[in-house]
């Protein structure tokens, strides 16, 4: 984005003290956000949030120190958008794994402070020639980010089309945690779950989630508050959501860490996603004239 667009963007959108735009890491375009509450920096690429910080405390939000920023690229950390499918797509292996709305511009509709100096964001996805040959529907998206004390976000699909479509959908949320050896994550116990790591077999949760390898499970029947116990920084993490019905967990651990180039030599410890979705079996339909709404609200709690 050129000074003279950032200019027009600024003067259009910018709220002066709370919400300026301008050129982030690598040059993407971001929006940075700081009010009473927090601070917050999110790419237009992807409206991808990369970092959420209440005031006075640790990073909620995990960046990889290793991340990439480039036009195209998806950033390793953050709030990847998955949409509008999750995982491969179903049918076709050349189309990109967690579909390509985490990877191509985003333009911003709307920016305002609330009165208890919240900071709301909401972004759409650009439809183009090329997000058109991979998804012929005429489904427009936006994000809706609201910066506070805690981080609000909606995902509203509309369908404007005759006939019905199916999507997938997450905001997959890398969580920034002291040291994964210690954290547990509650809210799944009792859900049935694919486990990834052993070739997608069925199992079932019995109690906190605890890591001390890779794990990759997309958790069934999930709809709870999951609650992310990290003891060392005497706090847990909770995420509320509504419109999803599944989780997904995961860690690469060390060799799958390495091999991905992106992660950082120890960033696996310092991470969680803990995902709010819509994936495998748990798809969305939404018929024509109607809209799905993926929301979650991510709020620290201090641990007594
Ligand atoms: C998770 C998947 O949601 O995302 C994992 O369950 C995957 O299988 C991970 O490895 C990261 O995906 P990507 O495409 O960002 O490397």
């Known amino acids: 984005m050129s000074t003279s667009e950032f200019d027009a963007l600024n003067r259009q959108h910018a709220l002066p003290g709370k919400l300026a735009f301008g050129p982030g890491p690598g040059g993407l375009a971001v929006a940075v956000v700081n009010n009473s509450h927090a601070s ?8 991808h949030v990369m970092t959420w910080t209440p005031h006075g405390q640790q990073p909620v939000i995990w960046l990889s120190r290793a991340a990439a920023f480039a036009p195209g690229k998806s950033i390793r950390g953050g709030v990847p958008i998955c949409w509008p499918w999750f995982g491969p797509h179903p049918s076709d292996a050349k189309l990109p794994g967690h579909g390509f709305a985490r990877t191509v511009p985003w333009e911003v509709v709307e920016s305002r402070s609330l009165r208890d100096d919240r900071t709301v964001l909401v972004l759409r996805l650009a439809e183009t020639e090329a997000t058109r040959k991979q998804w012929p529907h005429a489904t427009p998206v936006e994000a809706h980010i609201t910066v506070g ?26 969580f920034e945690v002291s040291d994964i050896r210690e954290v547990k994550i509650h809210g ?3 859900c049935p779950y694919l486990d990834k790591v052993d070739g997608g077999s069925r199992k079932q ?9 890779e794990v990759d499970r997309v958790y069934l029947d999930s709809t709870a508050d999951c609650l992310i116990e990290d003891p060392r920084w005497r706090r847990r993490i ?17 060799e799958k860490a390495a091999k991905m180039g992106d992660f950082g030599t120890r960033g696996y410890l310092n991470m969680v996603c803990v995902e709010s979705t819509n994936a495998a079996e748990d798809v969305v339909n939404i018929g024509p004239g109607g809209e799905h709404r993926l929301w979650v609200r991510y709020a620290v709690e201090p641990l007594s």
């Open 188 to 190: 799944l116990g009792g």
């Open 238 to 254: 909770r995420v509320s959501k509504r419109g999803s019905r599944s989780s997904v967990v995961w860690n690469p651990w060390t």
């Open 40 to 47: 917050a920096i999110i790419a237009l690429q992807g409206a």
């Open 205 to 213: 949760q019995q109690g906190p989630v605890t890591i001390g390898s």
């Open 149 to 174: 004390t805690t981080l609000e976000m909606e995902l509203v699909t509309h369908n404007n089309g005759s006939a019905p479509v199916t999507i997938g959908d997450a905001l997959h949320t890398y």
